[in-house]
């Protein structure tokens, strides 16, 4: 008998942050996460009943200590990694109010450009990195 397994889907929100001076916001994940170490636009996972408006307002206080505004949709991408698979939303933000502290990231870096591609990101970041630079937009 076969039985359907299906994947364990994950929603996740990603705030592209970026400057008067065209130098965007990311942020490295701690040590101890999933892909360690590796660069990624602010966010995390959308929570049931939650709006990915008000899970990415929420992610980035309790990692950064930041308040933001939540703008546009810039792009999603569906990813699949081994042990399961997300639908990664990127939305346009601005941040209204709070300083940069590392509260669940490792580091930032305000980067421009023509330079993200010097970070390593995970899969499906990368992929977003993919449509900002060749500027496809959804």
Request: proline share 5%; glycine share 6%.
């Amino acid at each position: 008998m076969v039985v359907f397994n299906p994947m364990r889907r994950i929603k996740v929100v990603a705030a592209m942050i970026r400057r008067e001076d065209g130098c965007y916001l990311i942020t490295q994940r701690k040590p101890s996460a999933t892909m360690p170490l590796l660069w990624e636009f602010p966010g995390g996972r959308v929570e049931d009943s939650e709006s990915d408006e008000a899970a990415l307002a929420r992610e980035l206080r309790q990692k950064m200590d930041i308040e933001v505004e939540v703008g546009r949709k810039a792009f999603r991408v569906e990813h699949t990694y081994p042990e399961y698979e997300i639908d990664f939303r990127v939305y346009h933000a601005y941040i209204t109010g709070g300083k940069i502290e590392h509260l669940g990231v490792h580091d930032h870096r305000w980067v421009p450009h023509d330079e993200l591609d010097q970070y390593e990101f995970p899969g499906a970041d990368t992929r977003s990195m993919d449509m900002l630079l060749t500027g496809e937009d959804s």
